[in-house]
């Protein structure tokens, strides 16, 4: 596709449920981020694939977070057994890797957990 | 570590007037900085980009920023706010293998 593109667009899931979020970067980017943005706040690092190195996981917040990147595309975003503070934006971009690539981000996927 | 901080969560300014965000980054070698623009309910879009070939950065829509090592600054600038200007905009350092890290982001007002 032409940009990086997320689905669901929103999701509205009850505290306890499990919830997987899906990033489609765009073609031929090795690097892939997912990113949280809460009501009134920056974007918070999740999770970062580049390529076949190791992923660096120093931002999920809990073990109930986890992602995978398959076949170095697609990537989903996890999370288990959903609360209440986990309701935010969520944002995954792609780039093409190396320290000053320019990343492009999706529209996010809009979590809330009643 | 390198991180970046943004001065002032929220910035009003009248239409026509300077716009100016500021950015300091912390870095023990010559990073890659960033300005990101958010518009409501939209992800984000690359304004500009500072990669060590030039000081003085231009961007879309009028903006540009100035690498200043001695001061450990990225400022954003623009001569003269449009209303469409108001958004969220985002200042963001790279690490060696491409990892991007945000500021807490400034929301900028536009005020006819």
């Known amino acids: 596709g032409a940009g990086v593109s997320q689905s669901p667009s929103n999701k509205v899931t009850e505290k306890g449920k499990d919830v997987e979020l899906r990033c489609d970067p765009i073609?031929?980017?090795?690097?892939l981020y997912w990113y949280r943005q809460s009501l009134g706040q920056g974007l918070e690092f999740l999770i970062y694939?580049?390529?076949?190195?190791?992923?660096?996981k120093s931002g999920l917040p809990s073990d109930r977070f986890s992602a995978e990147r398959t076949g170095g595309s697609v990537s989903t975003l996890t999370i288990q057994r959903t609360q209440q503070e986990d309701s935010a934006v969520y944002l995954c971009?792609?780039?093409?890797?190396?320290?000053?690539?320019?990343?492009?981000f999706g529209q996010g996927t809009r979590l809330t957990v009643v | 570590a390198q991180s970046v901080t943004q001065l002032g969560s929220h910035v009003s300014v009248s239409e026509g007037a300077l716009v100016l965000l500021r950015c300091n980054y912390s870095?023990?070698?010559?990073?890659?900085l960033f300005w990101y623009v958010q518009y409501p309910n939209q992800g984000l879009q690359l304004l500009l980009k500072?990669?060590?070939?030039?000081?003085l950065v231009k961007g879309i829509n009028g903006f540009e920023a100035e690498f200043k090592k001695s001061e450990t600054s990225f400022h954003l600038t623009k001569p003269s706010a449009h209303m469409s200007d108001a958004a969220e905009y985002f200042c963001?350092?790279?690490?060696?293998?491409?990892?991007?890290?945000f500021g807490s982001g400034t929301q900028l007002t536009v005020l006819p």
């Open positions: 694939f580049q390529g076949n190195s190791a992923p660096d």
């Open positions: 073609s031929g980017h090795t690097a």
């Open positions: 500072y990669t060590s070939a030039a000081t």
């Open positions: 870095s023990s070698v010559p990073p890659y």
């Open positions: 971009a792609s780039s093409l890797g190396g320290a000053g690539g320019e990343a492009f």
């Open positions: 963001a350092v790279s690490r060696r293998r491409g990892q991007l890290t």
